[in-house]
């Protein structure tokens, strides 16, 4: 008997991790509406306001959510939304078409020019020449009944259509900005009401648009800025990292959520999140360090400890060039270092192949006993792969003039990612960590 109560105990305690980490993983991931807002209140009020009048009162707008990337610009039209889809007038009505964005929107680059795009904004609309996923008819066809389906409406009794752009400088870059244009031109008149917002990071967006497109915006502009403190982003860390209250195990997700409370409490957390504060604000970096940390929870660990996110801020912060470098052999790695000494000599001015093999050659002369003397075509085969990893970059194209040993090179690593690379690479030879510690070349 009391082997099958344990059994349902962990089975129970199981299905309570897989549901913990299934509702963070989405909230990390997909930037759902959970949680307040921070320093963007604001804001969160003029958008708010600016959809209700397309939604209530039948007003068409467009406007630019202007901010450098993970200032919560979809977080923001999130929370409108899920505002605006809980009224009652707005909740049957509203149709929404999402181009080029992440949760239910498009991913990245799909909507690569305007005839894609447009395909897929009747595709969301299900108009009349849509059959199951597939839309018919040309770029000409399509847009003309587009327009004719928006503009033969009124305000009293047509749904109001909210168009968001996400990544929104790349259809600026559309051949003649067509579509951009013909939206921007419906949402002035005053028939059906619609509503165009674009999602960007580029300040400059403004100067990209053509004239006739640029006369037909509102000019209306929303910018954000990551302009909460720290004591708010420690609310934000509580907030994204607590278990809602229809969790369906309740008591454990009290403790759960007494634990959180008790992480944002702790000391060297804090120093932590303090040290991931000041060196970004994008809560993405936070969302990942958060996915770091759940994914070390198990049945036997069932709660997050301190050491689980110092562990995942190790991850975080760790170099990825760094870690290149310990993948390398020990014939890369001594080039690398023969740069670092180039480097060091010439004060950052570039080099070619050719020196940095007379400088190998000098270390070979010395060292001779702990490096093999390689040939000068295999040493270039080594050179080429640091190119390939792109731990070296050339300042110039390739020219038929200049031979490739003599094409001027710099290395793209700093001196503290070298030694730090070289203390954790794996039996690497005393005479070659001796040769990158010295400050002075074997000239």
């Known amino acids: 008997m009391s082997k099958r109560k344990s059994k349902e105990s962990s089975g129970t305690s199981g299905e309570c991790i897989s549901q913990v980490q299934k509702i963070l993983r989405e909230r990390f991931c997909h930037h759902y509406a959970a949680g307040k807002l921070f320093g963007v209140e604001h804001q969160y009020r003029h958008l708010l306001e600016l959809l209700k009048r397309t939604t209530v009162h039948g007003e068409s707008n467009s406007a630019l959510v ?5 200032s919560g610009k979809t977080a923001l039209l999130n929370h409108v939304l899920k505002e605006l889809r809980e009224m009652k007038q707005v909740r049957e009505t509203l149709l929404e078409v999402h181009l080029n964005g992440k949760n239910r929107f498009l991913s990245g680059l799909l909507q ?12 969301q609309l299900q108009l009349e020449n849509v059959v199951g996923d597939k839309v018919f008819g040309s770029f000409a066809e399509n847009l003309a009944f587009l327009l004719e389906a928006l503009r033969k409406g009124d305000r009293a009794s047509s749904c109001p259509v909210l168009f968001v752009l996400d990544e929104f400088d790349l259809f600026v870059h559309h051949k003649n900005q067509t579509l951009l244009y013909n939206l921007f031109d419906v ?35 929303i910018y954000l800025l990551n302009s909460f403190d720290f004591k708010q982003y420690l609310r934000i860390f509580k907030e994204q990292l607590s278990l809602p209250a229809e969790f369906p195990d309740e008591s454990f997700a009290q403790k ?15 120093d932590m999140l303090q ?25 036997h660990r069932p709660l997050i400890t301190a050491s689980d996110l110092h562990e995942a801020n190790k991850q975080y912060r760790t170099d990825s060039k760094a ?12 080039l690398v270092i023969a740069m670092k000494h180039l480097n060091d000599v010439y004060e950052g001015e570039p080099f070619n192949f050719q020196m940095v093999y007379n400088e190998f050659q000098k270390f070979i002369q010395r060292k001779a006993h702990c490096m093999y003397n390689f040939e000068k075509p295999v040493v270039m085969k080594a050179f080429e792969h640091l190119l390939q990893l792109e731990l070296v970059k050339p300042l110039e194209r390739p020219s038929v003039r200049v031979q490739r040993e003599y094409l001027l090179m710099k290395l793209l690593l700093d001196n503290n990612q070298i030694m730090e690379a070289l203390q954790a690479y794996p039996n690497c030879p005393t005479d070659v960590k001796q040769w990158a510690a010295s400050s002075l070349s074997w000239l």
């Open 66 to 70: 202007i901010g450098p990337r993970g």
């Open 112 to 123: 690569t020019n305007d005839k894609v795009a447009l395909k897929e904004i009747t595709r």
């Open 187 to 221: 949402s002035q008149s005053a028939q059906t009401p619609m509503t165009v917002i674009g999602l960007t990071c580029r300040q400059d967006i403004l100067e990209l648009l053509e004239k006739r497109v640029k006369s037909r915006f509102s000019h209306r502009q």
């Open 256 to 270: 759960w959520n007494n634990n959180v409370q008790h992480l944002s409490e702790d000391k060297t957390v804090q």
């Open 275 to 299: 040290n991931l504060f000041h060196y970004t604000k994008d809560l993405r970096s936070l969302h990942l360090l958060l996915m770091l940390a759940v994914s070390n929870v198990t049945v």
């Open 323 to 334: 870690n290149i470098v310990h993948g390398l052999s020990v014939l890369e790695i001594c």
